[in-house]
């Protein structure tokens, strides 16, 4: 079960900021008014990093997913958890398929090779449509035995 992958696509959504625009005139919940054509910006890293959201946002803690028997269900738009894949009547069409796709990548992989990070490296974040790394990021890989 990959209860990591929430967690980090809360910490590091792979489009950190998005615009939306206004089709009405709208107001927000705490009350700013939009009007109809404005540009909405915001931003799924900051929303995941809300401490009124989540405690220890700066924490990776997977386990934070976890439901009351230990259950992993894959995240429905209405519980607001999904913010990389957007919410509401606009959620990415792809959002189950994605978190198949991961499950498969990842225990494809895991089941032939194991991945470190060097000591002290830190990643250093380049930001553009995409979250991605600014250089390299170099990657310890060692082969697990086959049988």
Request: charged letters at 25%; hydrophobic letters at 40%.
């Amino acid at each position: 079960m990959l209860i990591g992958m929430d967690e980090t696509l809360r910490m590091y959504p792979p489009v950190p900021m998005d615009v939306k625009t206004a089709a009405k005139e709208d107001t927000l919940p705490n009350g700013t008014k939009v009007p109809a054509g404005a540009f909405v910006v915001w931003s799924a890293m900051l929303l995941g990093r809300d401490p009124a959201a989540y405690d220890s946002p700066n924490e990776f803690r997977p386990e934070r997913w976890l439901g009351e028997n230990g259950s992993k269900p894959i995240p429905q738009p209405q519980q607001g958890n999904a913010i990389p894949f957007q919410i509401g009547p606009r959620t990415c069409l792809g959002m189950n398929m994605a978190y198949i796709e991961v499950k498969l990548v990842v225990v494809t992989i895991m089941q032939r090779f194991r991945f470190t990070l060097p000591p002290g490296f830190k990643a250093k974040w380049r930001r553009a449509v995409t979250l991605g790394i600014d250089g390299e990021m170099k990657t310890i890989v060692k082969k697990l035995e086959t049988r």
